[in-house]
């Protein structure tokens, strides 16, 4: 019996389509399970500083990231204007868990 689906290109196309989509839900796991990570390094810097009455936010520390993560970006070839608003979101969870730790 031959495979007719290697001289189909429509059967090769969802062939490469589900390789790319299983590619893809991986890559999203790892994403969710790092910020998850990220997470709970964030979480123990927020009780730090609260324990040490140090602001929630550090705009010096902040605007290195955002530059490091524009680098990082370039060199990634993924625009680094989305990866600065991803970062300043991100940035912005860290910093309203920050404040929760403060109250």
């Given at each position: 019996m031959t495979d007719t689906s290697a001289n189909d290109p429509v059967a090769?196309?969802?062939?490469?389509?589900?390789?790319?989509?299983q590619s893809i839900d991986r890559l999203d796991a790892i994403l969710v399970y790092t910020l998850g990570e990220r997470f709970k390094h964030t979480q123990a810097v927020g009780k730090l500083k609260a324990e040490h009455q140090l602001p929630p936010s550090d705009p010096t520390r902040e605007a290195a990231q955002i530059a490091r993560l524009e680098d990082l970006a370039v060199r990634a070839d993924l625009d680094p204007e989305f990866a600065k608003e991803f970062l300043n979101f991100i940035i912005a969870e860290v910093i309203r868990h920050h404040q929760k730790h403060q109250s």
């Open positions: 090769q196309a969802a062939a490469l389509l589900k390789e790319h989509r």
